[in-house]
């Protein structure tokens, strides 16, 4: 059970998520008509201004990792969060297109998604990391079901420039939100490596790689099926668009009652390859079902809620298994790259969902979809079981001096990291169970003055 650290933290973080994801979503069901109205408008300007965001965020994702390996993350967090803010507020005060997509660029140059998961993998012990890491998918969802309601609703009473203000103001609530987070300093065996031997070393690890096509894969096939699916559930379900968000958010709250048990026991009982699959084959399933069924009301709604219960659980799983299989030092590193392919996967999946909306037949678009579910599936078979750590929690010893003691514990085998918390007297120590002999429990347990279970 997550302790009340945990708990404050992971439910800030994600706050801070879910603030950025609302303010960025809101635009999306509105721009397309609204963007019209600005100077030199053209209807690939007004695309490229909702998806420039994007590209940014898939450029600088790295950039800003690396710098969150080696320096603290919280600063980071912030000079994301004000970029965020300084684009919604150009955006804003712009009468012409070039404007918006000057101030959406900017808004996007806060790629800080990575870093915020690296700080949560932090300040969350490994036993409790799938939870914290679902809440904060979880937050996502929610924001993106939100927006797409809000979104028309603020248009109609504060018109689109007063929607980029009210994203401004999310991205100063987020920086709030950092004060919720305690401090943290952590401490690793020392690698010394240059940025580009780091990620080098990143970018060779085949599970890593396996991972970074995982995510791709799903917010391409997320992306491309909220592009193809309303006019579907306006011609043969006969919901009109007013209501999609209506549907979206039962079948949302209904897959979480799927995706925490799962979550539990890829955790809990170490089945995470195995969950993982399944989802997979989960949304290979509810594609499927499209397929075949996409002319019936129901069977559209079930190949959808197959599909959303499949894409929550792999929401929780990627980071929480990414966080596990990435080295201690490049961790930040790593997920850089994971949200740059996310992001990436939402570009090419805009690009792919377009291209099936005038293919004139919705059974084969469905089945391009599956394929791309497939090969992912198939790829993703070479996924290893990840090393599962454990977490010591400890309180900071009075009479020495943290680095030396931090040092210490690191010269232990089996002990990966110190995570200190300086302001609450309280340090996460990082175990590897396989690595721990006799000898090391001895030392660990000198050092700390008591004996302790592992």
Known sequence: MMNALERRSTFALSSIFALRMLG????????????????????????????????????????????????????????????????GAVAAMSESIYGVIIGRAIAGGGAVSAVVMALLADITREEQRSKAMAVMGMSIGVSFMVAFSLGPWLTSLVGISGLFW???????????????????????????????????????????????ISVFALHLLLTAM?????????????????????????????????????IILAEKYRKMRGIFLTAIGGIVLGLLVLIFGFESKYILLLGLALFFIAFNVMEALLPSWLSKSAPIQSKATAMGVNASSQFLGAF??????????????TAMGWGILTAIAVVWLLISFGLVQPRYLSSLVIRLPESKQTDEW??????????EEV?????????????????????????????????VAI
Request: positive net charge; without cysteine.
């Open 226 to 262: 909220f592009i193809y699916m309303p006019s579907q559930l306006i011609e043969f379900a006969d919901i009109p668009l007013s209501r999609h968000g209506l549907v979206y958010l039962p079948l949302l709250v209904i897959s979480l009652f799927f995706a925490f048990p799962s």
């Open 166 to 212: 009210v994203t401004t103001i999310m991205g100063i609530a987020a920086i709030s939100m950092l004060l919720l987070v305690p401090k943290v300093t952590r401490h690793h065996r020392n690698y010394q490596q240059g940025y580009v031997t780091q990620l080098k070393q990143v970018l060779k690890m085949g599970d890593l790689n396996r991972l970074h």
């Open 406 to 415: 931090t040092s210490q514990l690191l010269a232990i085998r089996g002990i």
């Open 24 to 87: 960025l979503f809101m635009i999306i069901p509105v721009f397309s008509v609204a963007g019209q109205s600005y100077q030199g408008a053209t209807p690939a300007l007004i695309g490229l201004a909702v998806g420039v965001y994007g590209l940014t965020q898939a450029i600088l994702q790295i950039p800003f990792s690396l710098l969150a390996d080696r320096f603290s993350r919280k600063p980071l967090v912030v000079l994301g969060l004000l970029l965020f803010a300084l684009g």
């Open 348 to 361: 090419f999946g805009g690009m792919i969902g377009g291209q099936l909306l005038i293919l004139n037949n």
């Open 419 to 451: 995570v200190v918390m300086p302001d609450q007297q309280v340090a996460y120590i990082k175990v590897d169970k396989q690595q721990i002999d006799d000898v090391a429990r001895q030392d660990l347990t000198h050092l700390l003055g008591k004996e």
